[in-house]
């Protein structure tokens, strides 16, 4: 069978409509890809996000409980001046690992923060709030200068504790032996692989793992789809070329 123009323009005309529908659907394909790639990125973003502020958190109870251990086993040859500064080193730290989970759940003043629906941080928000009102604690704090605050946290009168560490050394190590005792507990017990904190730790992290293989399969077939694209759609063009070869030549 002779191959003419005529036939090799047919061919040409089909194969271009069959390489634009393909490449048609092709490109929807590639774009509806990018989309769930793009979609993927973003829920990883989101949780890196999560994971940081709740890395900040852990960061804030390691801190805490090194300051409570200090604060409720003094040294022996600890000075008045050693006790105060235990007891400010005590609220540094209360205050900040406060403040870090009330960013968490509030924000900075601008609405709902990055872990508002983490039951976690809230479980441990409490936990850091039942330190000071378990038992007599709050009333004990006072007496030897140190009060909470309506923000939950804690201010110390250097004055008051010194005067009061003066008048009854041993009642001052006592409230400060419980307390510090009782964050120290709090603070392990949330930092645990399976605690509020540590266990939230983990579960961050095993979730952004899986998000990451996950986008970088998306990213795979993206890619994948966007180029067997580029020679589907060209097939009409080469019979094209070829029928145009052929006529010019008189094939």
Avoid: E, W
């Avoid at 399969?217 to 994948?224: D, N, P, T």
């Amino acid at each position: 069978m002779a191959i003419t123009v005529s036939s090799m323009t047919s061919i040409a005309m089909f194969n271009q409509g069959l390489g634009v529908h393909t490449a048609t659907q092709g490109s929807q394909t590639g774009n509806a890809l990018l989309l769930a790639s793009q979609r993927m990125g973003q829920k990883l973003d989101s949780a890196n996000v999560q994971l940081s502020s709740m890395g900040q958190i852990s960061s804030g109870f390691a801190n805490l409980q090194v300051a409570s251990k200090a604060l409720a086993s003094p040294a022996k040859t600890a000075t008045s001046a050693d006790i105060v500064s235990a007891v400010k080193n005590f609220a540094t730290a209360f205050n900040a690992a406060t403040k870090t989970v009330s960013t968490a759940l509030n924000g900075a003043g601008n609405g709902a923060g990055v872990l508002a629906n983490d039951i976690h941080v809230r479980f441990a928000s409490n936990d850091l709030k039942g330190v000071l009102s378990s038992g007599s604690n709050t009333a004990d704090l006072n007496k030897i200068g140190v009060s909470m605050n309506k923000d939950g946290t804690l201010s110390v009168n250097t004055k008051t504790l010194q005067s009061a560490i003066q008048a009854n050394p041993n009642a001052v190590n006592d409230t400060l032996a419980k307390i510090g005792q009782q964050a120290a507990q709090v603070s392990a017990k949330d930092l645990a692989g399976t605690g509020n904190v540590g266990g939230a730790v983990n579960s961050l992290s095993a979730s952004v793992k899986a998000l990451q293989s996950q986008s970088v399969a998306q990213q795979k077939l993206a890619s994948g789809s966007l180029t067997v694209q580029s020679p589907v759609a060209n097939i009409g063009n080469m019979a094209g070329s070829l029928a145009s070869y052929m006529q010019i030549f008189s094939l």
